[in-house]
């Protein structure tokens, strides 16, 4: 609709039109954020909860917080692995889920973009999941670069009840021997988690692929995500701008809103089971 005030096309919030978008798509690539975890008790960052003693992932999630000091950066991530263990995925990760391997079986493809590294799309039964910021379960290593899952609780002996979150818990200020490490014989590393931080470049091969895919999708949902961390704010706005329809599922509007043809507020955990549910017209 057109706003009265403004002149501006809105994006609109009207679940049958999507439908019959969603009924037809052949390749619908969902893009998530941290908003898709958030009902599984995951804080966000740009919400309340992003804080870690006195920092924000901002000030922790860098090359140069780890260089400076890898034992509170490994702290810092070894909180956020354990907290992980009592989350669980969610019923708007439960659809996305369900969505692809139900339209799987009638030749259409969902592929799922997401920044979040809590592995909550893999647990929920995703299977084509890009994790474009890598994740909190793999290790990458400082001297020979073997990238390598680790679901390890602790990660090691020396983090073991390690990470506290209030401001006042006391460093641990684990000697870097101590830390994770390499398990190639001779190599023997210092390990660092497997994620994207602050200043570093997205894995180009993965880039490459998520590039196809936007290029293929007919359809796309964005869910979750504050649209302001680049490249993946540019992601949904790039499909749009080809003409294929965009929703958004989001609590608010984001700098990205205007440019879409749908935008469905509320928690995508109520809001996402209903527009991705098995439609009348489905074969299967
Ligand atoms: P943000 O914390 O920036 O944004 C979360 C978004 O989710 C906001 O737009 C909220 O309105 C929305 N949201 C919250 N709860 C929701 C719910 N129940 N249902 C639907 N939406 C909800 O998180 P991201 O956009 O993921 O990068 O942040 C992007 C990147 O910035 C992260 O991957 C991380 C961060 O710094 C790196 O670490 C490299």
Known sequence: GIDPFTKMT???SDLTAFREHFAKAKHIAIITGAGVS?????????GPGGFWRKWQAQDLATPEAFSRDPSLVWEFYHYRREVMRSKMPNPA?????????RLGQQGRSVVIITQNIDELHHRAGSKHVYEIHGSLFKTRCMSCGEVKANHKSPICPALDGKG????NTKEARIPVELLPRCERKSCNGLLRPHVVWFGETLDSDILTAVERELEKCDLCLVVGTSSI???AAMFAP????RGVPVAEFNMECTPATQRFKYHFEGPCGSTLPPALERHESEAV
Request: glycine share 4%; net charge negative; proline share 16%.
């Open 10 to 12: 809105r994006p609109s």
């Open 38 to 46: 958030a009902e599984s008790g995951v804080p966000t960052f740009r």
């Open 93 to 101: 990760h439960l659809a996305i889920a369900e969505c692809e391997a």
């Open 164 to 167: 506290a979150p209030d401001p």
């Open 229 to 231: 961390v680049y490249p």
């Open 238 to 241: 790039q499909v749009a701008s």
